[in-house]
């Protein structure tokens, strides 16, 4: 049975491909009861061309926000 069922693979198989895995990382920590800092990670290399960003409730207020910095394979902004 293996050796049909290799044989069977060996002459039907095809090559398979996937796109590439390029997580982004959303990063929340609490400071205080009211106060949270956001870190956002990107790959450096994009797997498609529409941007991936966070998005916040309209109730969240950005006070601050660090410019992106290349960290490794990755950019790092601070919210």
């Known amino acids: 049975m293996r050796a049909w069922l290799l044989l069977f ?3 039907f198989g095809t090559d398979a491909a996937a ?4 997580p982004s990382l959303l990063e929340v920590t ?3 009861a009211t106060t949270f800092n956001a870190t956002w990670k990107t790959p450096l290399q994009k797997v498609s061309a529409t941007p991936i960003e ?3 409730p309209a109730a969240c207020e950005i ?3 660090s410019p ?3 960290e ?3 950019e790092l902004k601070q919210i």
């Open 68 to 70: 992106w910095i290349q």
């Open 54 to 56: 966070p998005r916040f």
């Open 63 to 65: 006070t601050s926000a």
């Open 19 to 22: 796109h590439r895995f390029a």
């Open 9 to 11: 693979s060996l002459l």
């Open 72 to 74: 490794g394979t990755g």
């Open 30 to 32: 609490q400071l205080s």
